[in-house]
């Protein structure tokens, strides 16, 4: 079989081989190779009769796709893509576009772009979003790089995506590595909300006594209304898996200690380089890290003092919080808070867009996540309203409809973060997305005595209130 093919799929890991078979299955003829032999033989066996070219080598490979070549990569980022590229480039020509589908760092992508522009390559960066059943079945993509590459390759990412009533679940994001950034930000707010509904369900089991089969009703019913989405959905059913190896839920058998790949990291790393506050994702991040040294915190709980969790549930009793009321709070709480950390991640991808120049979206953003990945939530579509009606929006908190859905969960916010800081149970993402709306909306801060203390020990200088100017004091003269 040569140049026949519609476009190549170079990788069958869980990501690769779910979004080769959903390319076949949209009517696209395509090759598909692997690094070892084995995958590409099962995939060769699952494609059954579809126009599939299983590839043993990268020659045949690239022999078999029609020109200019169209190849996606789903290898493990890092060394994996750079491996992957190594193989394929001696066999690539002027004009094919290379896709890095993984999750890679936008900035490593732009070195590569940049790289391959000189054998006249087109390489190009684009997060996928939804695992494997989004892969599969219609994942939401954020392609970045050369706007006539994209072109090229819309008319196949069009129909694998995920189809919304708004449109397909793909979009070209901008230059460069504007994909893979805004990938990565859909990654940070993966982290924030992960974080929260775990800080929810915490609040639930131990202050609350929800069972898991309580706490499956619970979530099942939020999934229902304006939490509606996909992590809330997977959560409700993770309350009713069974233990295979042993009595109860699975849930409660699995070490709490939470592992990551790193994009989350970058976010966060990023948001410090452009000065961005994303405080619910960094805690986000700081709790994964934080939870992973199990053996320290079983030792530190034995010697420092607190509320003992085990009489948490006596703290709600105490004031008057029924269940009921609690569940109500809690819902508030993940909710408002939820609206914290979007309109974090947000303001990231504008201050990116200003920064790099990719006039990146927002609203189209918010469109392309509203189904096939991992964030999709019915809150998306009011975000999606909301930069679409003001595109100057400088925080997506101040959108009028936003405001009266905040207004409405001031109560439950708060009585959630103050019961759990009473109860003695860490409410990192919840509390941070607290205090950063409680700080975005103070009139005056304490940051007059920073600027105080900057001043004192190092002459930098301060402003005053009452006139224009530049000013420093001999602070210890005075003293
Ligand atoms: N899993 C998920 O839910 C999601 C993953 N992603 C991203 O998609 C990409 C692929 O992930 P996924 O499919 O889960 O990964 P898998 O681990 O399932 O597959 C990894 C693939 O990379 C290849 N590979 C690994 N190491 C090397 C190497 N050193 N040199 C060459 N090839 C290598 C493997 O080849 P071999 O079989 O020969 O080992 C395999 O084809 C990653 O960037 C990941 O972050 C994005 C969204 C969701
Ligand atoms: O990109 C993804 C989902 O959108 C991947 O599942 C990613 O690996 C999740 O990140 P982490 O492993 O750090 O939790």
């Given at each position: 079989m040569t140049k026949e093919m519609d476009i190549g799929v170079a990788g069958l890991g869980v990501m690769g081989r779910n979004l080769a078979l959903n390319i076949a299955d949209k009517g696209f003829s395509l090759a598909v190779y692997n690094r070892h032999p084995d995958p590409v033989k099962e995939f060769a066996a699952a494609a059954g009769d579809k126009p599939v070219a299983a590839c043993k080598t990268v020659e045949e490979f690239t022999r078999a796709l029609k020109r200019p070549?169209?190849?996606?990569?789903?290898?493990?980022?890092?060394?994996?893509?750079?491996?992957?590229?190594?193989?394929?480039?001696?066999?690539?020509?002027?004009?094919?576009?290379?896709?890095?589908?993984?999750?890679?760092?936008?900035?490593?992508?732009?070195r590569r772009e940049r790289e391959l522009s000189e054998a006249g390559i087109r390489y190009f960066g684009m997060g996928v979003s939804g695992g494997e059943s989004g892969a599969r079945h219609g994942p939401s993509m954020m392609p970045g790089g050369e706007r006539a590459a994209y072109e090229e390759l819309a008319p196949i990412l069009t129909k694998i995506a995920a189809q919304h009533p708004d449109g397909p679940c793909v979009a070209y994001m901008g230059p460069g590595g504007a994909g893979h950034y805004v990938k990565m930000i859909h990654n940070?707010?993966?982290?924030?909300?992960?974080?929260?509904?775990?800080?929810?369900y915490d609040v639930l089991k131990n202050i609350g006594g929800l069972s898991n089969e309580e706490l499956a009703e619970t979530f099942s019913t939020w999934n229902q209304g304006e939490l509606e989405s996909y992590l809330v959905q997977i959560t409700a059913h993770i309350f009713t898996v069974k233990d295979p190896e042993g009595q109860g839920q699975l849930l409660d058998?699995?070490?709490?200690?939470?592992?990551?790949?790193?994009?989350?990291?970058?976010?966060?790393?990023?948001a410090a380089t452009l000065t961005a506050a994303i405080p619910t994702v960094a805690s986000a991040v700081d709790a994964r890290v934080l939870s992973s040294d199990k053996q320290g915190r079983v030792r530190?709980?034995?010697?420092?003092?607190?509320?003992?969790?085990?009489?948490?549930?006596?703290?709600?009793?105490?004031?008057?919080i029924d269940r009921k009321a609690l569940v109500a709070a809690v819902r508030d709480a993940l909710y408002a808070s939820k609206l914290c950390s979007y309109a974090q991640g947000m303001n990231l991808l504008r201050l990116a867009s200003i920064e790099r120049k990719w006039d990146l979206d927002l609203p189209e953003i918010a469109r392309i996540w509203q189904d096939g990945c991992i964030i999709r939530a019915r809150l998306l579509s009011r975000i999606k309203a909301?930069?679409?009606?003001?595109?100057?929006?400088?925080?997506?908190?101040?959108?009028?409809?936003?405001?009266?859905?905040?207004?409405?969960?001031?109560?439950?916010?708060?009585?959630?973060?103050?019961?759990?800081?009473?109860?003695?149970?860490?409410?990192?993402?919840?509390?941070?997305?607290?205090?950063?709306?409680?700080?975005?909306?103070?009139?005056?801060?304490?940051?007059?005595?920073?600027?105080?203390?900057?001043?004192?020990?190092?002459?930098?200088?301060?402003?005053?209130?009452?006139?224009d100017g530049d000013l420093h004091t001999e602070w210890s003269a005075g003293s």
């Open positions: 070549r169209r190849i996606l990569m789903l290898v493990k980022a890092g060394v994996g893509v750079e491996n992957t590229i190594a193989a394929l480039k001696p066999h690539l020509e002027k004009g094919d576009i290379l896709v890095d589908a993984g999750n890679e760092h936008f900035s490593v992508t732009e940070g707010i993966e982290y924030g909300d992960m974080q929260l509904i775990a800080e929810a058998a699995i070490l709490d200690a939470s592992s990551m790949k790193g994009t989350g990291t970058w976010t966060v790393q990023d530190i709980s034995k010697v420092l003092p607190g509320p003992d969790p085990a009489k948490a549930a006596a703290v709600a009793q105490a004031r008057g909301a930069f679409a009606s003001d595109p100057q929006l400088p925080n997506l908190l101040l959108d009028p409809s936003l405001v009266e859905d905040l207004r409405g969960r001031q109560e439950g916010w708060r009585k959630v973060v103050s019961l759990a800081a009473e109860a003695g149970l860490p409410t990192l993402a919840t509390s941070a997305s607290l205090s950063y709306y409680d700080t975005i909306r103070r009139e005056r801060l304490p940051a007059n005595l920073i600027q105080a203390q900057r001043d004192f020990f190092g002459a930098h200088t301060y402003k005053r209130l009452d006139r």
